[in-house]
């Protein structure tokens, strides 16, 4: 059974940071492509972050230079480490794990506010 579970999400000001972190289980993690998406209230998933079985990244231009994804495959965790965050970040954020089948988590809620 694969089972994505997204920590690290909360309350922050406008500037700040927040580090969220996703568990895999159930996948041969090292062979899977993640990535970390958000959605807003009334508008569509996007992606956020994306990071290959190799190590390459790709980011939305909203957050390139401010959002930084990574991964540590001895723990089955990639991670997404966000600053200098802005009001417009507030969403939920999934994990996605890719290779042939999608895979999603339950979602993390991240509010920017002052």
């Known amino acids: 059974q694969v089972q994505l579970v997204e920590s690290g999400g909360g309350l922050v000001q406008p500037g700040g940071s927040l580090r969220l972190s996703c568990a895999a289980s159930g996948i041969f993690f090292s062979s899977y492509a993640m990535g970390w998406y958000r959605q807003a209230p009334g508008k569509q998933r996007e992606l956020v972050a994306a990071?290959?079985?190799?190590?390459?990244?790709n980011y939305a231009d909203s957050v390139k230079g401010r959002f930084t994804i990574s991964r540590d495959n001895a723990k089955n965790t990639v991670y997404l480490q966000m600053n200098s965050l802005k009001p417009e970040d507030t969403a939920i954020y999934y994990c996605?794990?890719?290779?042939?089948?999608?895979?999603w988590g339950q979602g993390t809620q991240v509010t920017v506010s002052s």
């Open positions: 996605n794990a890719r290779l042939v089948a999608y895979y």
């Open positions: 990071i290959g079985s190799g190590g390459s990244t």
